[in-house]
């Protein structure tokens, strides 16, 4: 699997140019190979919106535009979360991140640094799934046979890629909703704008409700994000970072999942609630 190329070099095999340089002389398009594995690659597309170059066979195995090379390394360098069930299929493994958690929580590995060593746990998981989920979404040239190589193991099965990582929309956070209650486990990563809020006393992260229609009863359902604060000092600090603004972050956490109607009203919360214990289980996106 071929990653997307913005440069090349030249015949002269010395001088690097991108699609512009192309565009603006097309004299240029001769005998073009890849910057790192010099393999010959070709300029497509010039007369329309994208323009861009391809290589025609697989780059070499450890040439950068490598794509499986690229996920193989991500899943080398997750010590464990992210494994390799054969060349073209990955495994992020949620199951193991919870175990992790739960021997330091009760003191099993009697490590004086667990709470560090905890931290470490989050972060490894959520920037491999990051890293991954660039790779899928914009580096790839067949993106979609690559997202389907990607599979999450959560609750002992085996769940796709898109049954764990969600973003704001209200289809999808329906979807998200509907997740729990088939029992397919419940750990998300779920990708929005957040808001700092206090309710009730407690300090949260909470995406801003969708908007969303009607459906044939009258009835409007709202998904409806909420996620606590376990920490008061993790809180203070949060606050303190995001302010009165929105910040767009991924959260990976366990969720869970609550159906309430509105008294006298035609709305129903889909609420989808959940703890922060880390500042780990927090990718904030820049
Ligand atoms: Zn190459």
């Not at 990563?189 to 995406?207: A, F, Q």
Request: with cysteine; proline share 2%.
């Amino acid at each position: 699997m071929n990653v997307k190329m913005k440069k090349v070099l030249l015949k002269d095999r010395q001088t690097v140019v991108d699609v512009y340089d192309l565009l603006k002389n097309d004299e240029l398009n001769d005998s073009l190979v890849c910057t790192d594995c010099k393999i010959s690659v070709t300029f497509v597309n010039p007369s329309k919106k994208s323009p861009h170059f391809r290589a025609h066979k697989n780059h070499r195995d450890n040439c950068s535009y490598n794509g499986w090379g690229i996920a193989e390394n991500i899943a080398n360098e997750s010590e464990g979360i992210v494994y390799q069930l054969s060349k073209e299929e990955f495994i992020v493994d949620i199951d193991k991140v919870q175990l992790l958690v739960k021997e330091y929580k009760e003191g099993k590995t009697r490590s004086k640094n667990a709470e560090k060593e905890i931290r470490q746990i989050y972060f490894r998981t959520i920037s491999s799934i990051l890293r991954l989920k660039k790779v899928i979404e914009s580096e790839f040239e067949g993106g979609k046979i690559f997202s389907n190589a990607i599979k999450i193991k959560v609750g002992n099965k085996v769940i796709a890629w898109n049954d764990f990582y969600y973003e704001e929309d209200a289809k999808r956070l329906n979807k998200c909703f509907g997740r729990d209650a088939k029992h397919v486990g419940d750990t998300v990563c779920l990708e929005g704008e957040y808001l700092v809020n206090e309710i009730r006393g407690e300090i949260c992260l909470t995406l801003k409700d969708p908007w969303v229609e009607a459906k044939k009863d009258g009835y409007k359902y709202i998904p409806s994000v909420r996620f606590t604060f376990q920490d008061p000092a993790l809180a203070a600090n949060i606050k303190e970072l995001i302010g009165d603004k929105k910040k767009r972050a991924t959260i990976l956490l366990d969720i869970e999942c609550y159906l309430s109607p509105l008294q006298k009203s035609l709305y129903y919360y889909q609420n989808i609630t959940g703890n922060i214990y880390n500042s780990k289980q927090i990718h904030f996106h820049n």
